[in-house]
């Protein structure tokens, strides 16, 4: 497998998305535009940077050439619609460590259970493909949704970093949860 190639990760008892490898044909002006919306980026460090389509194809070209970093689109089945993305990053086969990272870009499917989904199938990807053997994430601790999502889908807290980002001006904890391989 290498990563020109097109990979698509989807399970039966997840019938309602799908993920994909992201590919450059994905920079496009929507794409921008979540990066740009204050409500979807608030938690994003994209959030510090103007983004444009030159930045986010960069962005997209620097991941598929970088081996340790696996993105992916996450998609509706029903119509393939782009909803936003998850990434599988700082991975380190030595330890069999790697991060996951998302945001859901389409507001009006917020609140759906699609980031949990998209959680599951990642995870799964990660520990069978990847064979990976722990997964952590991390969240600035007003975003309870997406903490919410990685402790619905099997994930359990790990720690917390204190005062560790800043957010609108005031310093914010870091919430982290893990999952174990063989705690699935």
């Given at each position: ?57 960069a962005f997209i070209a620097n991941i598929i ?120």
């Open positions: 497998m290498t990563k020109d190639e097109i990979i698509q990760i989807s399970s039966d008892q997840l019938p309602l998305i799908y993920l994909q490898t992201i590919n450059k044909q994905d920079a496009n002006d929507e794409y921008v535009q979540w990066l740009n919306d204050p409500q979807v980026n608030q938690y994003l460090e994209t959030r510090f940077y103007q983004q444009d389509l030159q930045s986010v194809s050439a970088t081996p340790n970093e696996h993105l992916f689109t996450i998609r509706l089945k029903d119509n393939d619609q782009h909803i936003g993305n998850i990434k599988i990053g700082g991975i380190n086969k030595h330890h069999g460590v790697g991060y996951i990272s998302l945001f859901i870009g389409d507001k009006t499917v917020w609140g759906k259970g699609y980031a949990k989904q998209a959680i599951q199938l990642v995870s799964d990807y990660a520990f069978n493909t990847l064979q990976l053997r722990k997964l952590s994430a991390r969240a600035y601790q007003p975003n309870i949704g997406s903490t919410k999502a990685f402790l619905s889908a099997g994930y359990k807290h790990d720690g917390i970093f204190k005062d560790h980002f800043m957010l609108h001006g005031k310093a914010c904890d870091l919430i982290q949860v893990c999952l174990f391989k063989s705690e699935r």
